[in-house]
């Protein structure tokens, strides 16, 4: 099976017409969070395809990203506003995947950064004027003729988490609701002011926030936690992202079906990422919240880890035939296009989606 046997014909367009719901597109746009650095790499080296305009860069990342993304099918390359809250407080060990990058590392919920009000204050706080958007202006100058960039953040529970880690966020709840609230705000502002920054580049064709809130049966932490200090903040993002006509996409994984009525009634979003067949499936989502939101992924993780080819195929076809009909839906994995999912499985994923030429 050849992956690169198609023309590319990337027009963003049909991907804001899905995000936004507003009909059905030529055929079903692709979209993904990311893709690992190690899948990007041992994709495109074995092709000769050079878009003109980077011929002289194609051993940049930038350019890396560019050519997989439009090789492979997509309206737009992904890319990172670096708002990052320094932290060390993380573990890590080898790591197993076929295409392993050496480490794995993931964060250490017993132990935080932030532990308290003498932490809080002498944390080296980044300002939001200190963020480098100067990667978005030289992905602009590169991408080919009707794709835009993503403008991608992690999120606000995220790093408030990711600063104290999990537990001591649980303790300060209930023990220091006051510091728990000063967090929030310190993170809020400065991703509000990041979103208002990208909302404002025409080279950025919509946003999107990781905020992970849930788990297999649960939230992280409870609704009404949420709804005092996350739901606030993440409001005025997606008012941001909002305010510059972009559509916002949240990417949150987890059960989140006690919170779902706040994300598309009060906070706003118009597209949701991130779906696992023993939550809920993608195609069960369409149906439950399809005519209120716009459905993205839904290729389970471990279907694309372990499943064969064929399975792959099949699953997926079941799923464009259940989620593309009226528009409103994306195709993608289940979370990202991570280093340990099965290479094969992806590229068939993609290749079925493919001839879905019309809905």
Not at 31 to 38: G, H, I, K, P
Not at 68 to 89: E, K, Q
Not at 303 to 316: F, K, M, Q, W
């Amino acid at each position: 099976m050849s992956m690169f046997a198609f023309k590319p014909d990337p027009d963003f367009s049909r991907l804001r017409k899905a995000l936004l719901r507003q009909g059905e597109p030529d055929h079903v746009p692709l979209y993904e969070l990311f893709a690992d650095l190690e899948i990007v790499y041992e994709v495109i080296k074995h092709d000769e395809w050079v878009h003109p305009a980077s011929k002289a860069l194609v051993n940049a990342v930038k350019s890396r990203l560019i050519k997989f993304y439009y090789m492979l099918g997509y309206d737009y390359v992904p890319l990172f506003a670096l708002a990052t809250f320094p932290r060390d407080n993380r573990v890590s060990v080898s790591d197993t995947a076929a295409l392993s990058r050496g480490q794995r590392s993931w964060q250490d919920e017993h132990h935080g950064v932030i532990n308290n009000r003498e932490d809080f204050e002498k944390y080296p706080w980044p300002s939001p004027e200190s963020v480098d958007y100067s990667a978005f202006e030289t992905l602009a100058g590169k991408l080919p003729d009707g794709m835009k960039i993503i403008g991608m953040t992690s999120g606000v529970l995220e790093n408030v988490m990711w600063l104290t880690g999990y537990e001591t966020l649980a303790r300060l709840l209930y023990e220091d609701p006051q510091l728990a609230s000063d967090m929030f705000h310190r993170v809020g502002e400065t991703l509000v002011s990041v979103h208002q920054t990208l909302a404002r580049m025409d080279c950025i064709g919509a946003v999107a926030m990781g905020d992970d809130m849930g788990f297999k049966t649960s939230t992280m932490i409870s609704p009404r936690h949420l709804r005092e200090y996350v739901f606030p903040w993440q409001k005025r993002i997606v008012t941001a992202a909002h305010s510059g006509d972009k559509p916002f996409i949240l990417h949150s994984c987890g059960n989140l079906k006690t919170i779902m009525n706040d994300l598309i009634d009060f906070v706003g979003i118009d597209a949701k990422h991130s779906y696992e067949d023993q939550i809920l499936p993608v195609t069960e989502a369409k149906r439950l919240y399809g005519s209120r939101v716009a459905v993205a992924g839904g290729l389970d993780m471990d279907l694309l880890c372990r499943a064969s080819p064929g399975e792959v195929r099949r699953h997926t076809r079941r799923v464009i035939d259940e989620c593309a009909p009226g528009g409103g839906y994306c195709l993608g994995t289940g979370n990202s296009v991570a280093n340990y999912i099965n290479l094969e499985n992806y590229l068939t994923m993609l290749d079925e989606g493919r001839r879905n030429s019309s809905v």
